[in-house]
């Protein structure tokens, strides 16, 4: 198996990118925090989340089914929320800067719920909410 690249690393994360062993094949992207390793990231990063001391980004899985994770970086523990395909979440930006066409940032946090806005290209912006107490992800409408 190809050893990973490293594509990213912070004070608090490293990203690798495993290149796959097809031709054509897709490659494995992982994220590590705090001695935790999350394979299939799916999102182009991450996003700080300073009132909670966490960092929330999205994997997935084959099939399509994909993940919203918040992750405690005091306690270490880590909340996946499976994101419902009907919600029109993508998350594939999250992480990138919000001056970005295509992009998913947080937009605020209000005690236990975080207001997570995602714009693509010509589209209108959408927001989405990540209650934390709860651990449900809905559209906000």
């Not at 919203?68 to 009907?86: G, N, P, T």
Request: aromatic content about 10%.
């Amino acid at each position: 198996m190809a050893s990973p690249d490293l594509v990213h690393r912070d004070e608090t994360v490293t990203i690798y990118e495993r290149p796959s062993i097809l031709p054509h094949g897709t490659g494995d992207r992982l994220l590590e925090v705090r001695d935790r390793t999350f394979r299939n990231l799916y999102s182009a990063s991450y996003a700080r989340v300073p009132e909670w001391t966490a960092i929330v980004f999205v994997t997935h899985r084959e099939g399509g089914s994909y993940k919203l994770h918040c992750f405690d970086l005091e306690r270490r523990k880590d909340i996946a929320v499976k994101i419902d395909d009907a919600f029109g979440f993508s998350g594939s930006g999250l992480g990138q800067p919000n001056t970005k066409m295509l992009t998913c940032y947080v937009g605020k946090v209000e005690g236990d719920a975080l207001i997570l806005i995602e714009r693509a290209f010509k589209t209108p912006e959408r927001s989405y909410v990540f209650d934390r107490r709860t651990k449900r992800f809905t559209r906000n409408e």
